[in-house]
């Protein structure tokens, strides 16, 4: 039997209000020669650049298997060109990832934005990649850098919480027997359903297999668990410590006081419109 699994003893109180940093993670291109990069995230849509292995990128959140990054500076980006006065949008426009209607849309800007015009093609025009812009990549091509999960949070003051008091002792997970990576716990029948919850993600103690994060809130002055996470696509530890807006898949487990959240898709908290 593995040992009971405990969250780490030691937290930023920082990190759970709204000043949470969202600064993005840097990340750097491996195993590929060539890393395609799309306009959406999945093999469907456009390809926009090809970056070489060993290029910095910054990460800033992960969907599923794909990663948001800022978009290359040399990432195809075309306007029609009946829908410009100069270099300004007359009306809405989409930037699209190629010169036609048949390519796909990044995302749409209103009238009176400005693009730098770089070349034209049959009347589109290609331009600069306007700030802000973001593409996305395959994320088992890309190396996230600790510095740069530790720059996420560097600039919050750490202090340790009180473990003396009962009440802010974080809380334990149930222990699992014969815990392996093909392991099933035993959900109970019919209780998932899609949830959308927010927190902060605690990992838990080294030797977690299936559960191997948490994700708790403020409670007074201790923490409240609100769920394990669970997840073979998203790298759940690169968002460890940092508020977030997690989607996925609640199921409750027989024996278990907490329902384990199987994640689809993680947000920085601060990303989130309202």
């Avoid at 209000?17 to 395609?36: D, F, W």
């Avoid at 990054?69 to 990432?75: H, K, L, N, Q, Y």
Wanted: hydrophobic letters at 40%; charged letters at 25%; a positive charge.
């Amino acid at each position: 039997m593995l040992k009971y699994l405990i969250l780490l003893f030691f937290v930023t109180l920082t990190a759970y209000g709204a000043n949470i940093s969202s600064q993005p993670v840097n990340g750097t291109v491996v195993n590929a020669a060539k890393l395609n990069v799309r306009v959406k995230p999945g093999p469907k849509y456009s390809i926009v650049t090809r970056l070489p292995k060993g290029t910095r990128v910054k990460v800033l959140r992960q969907e599923g298997s794909w990663l948001q990054i800022e978009a290359p500076a040399d990432s195809a980006c075309w306007l029609a060109g009946y829908l410009l006065a100069g270099s300004k949008a007359r009306r809405g426009i989409n930037l699209r990832s190629g010169p036609g209607v048949e390519y796909q849309v990044y995302e749409r800007y209103p009238a009176g934005t400005e693009f730098k015009i770089t070349s034209q093609h049959k009347g589109w025009f290609k331009v600069a990649p306007p700030a802000g812009l973001t593409a996305w990549v395959h994320k088992d091509y890309i190396k996230m850098d600790d510095e740069g999960l530790k720059a996420a949070t560097e600039k919050q003051d750490a202090v340790p919480i009180d473990l003396t008091n009962e009440a802010v002792k974080p809380a334990e997970a149930p222990s699992v027997e014969n815990c392996k990576k093909d392991f099933k716990l035993p959900f109970v029948k019919d209780s998932e359903k899609k949830v959308t919850l927010q927190g902060v993600v605690m990992a838990l103690k080294p030797g977690a297999v299936y559960v191997t994060h948490a994700l708790v809130v403020p409670d007074n002055s201790s923490l409240k668990t609100v769920c394990y996470l669970h997840s073979n696509e998203t790298q759940l530890n690169i968002w460890k410590e940092r508020k977030v807006v997690i989607t996925g898949t609640q199921h409750f487990v027989r024996g278990w006081k907490l329902p384990v959240v199987e994640v689809e898709s993680v947000t920085l908290a601060a990303e989130v419109k309202r």
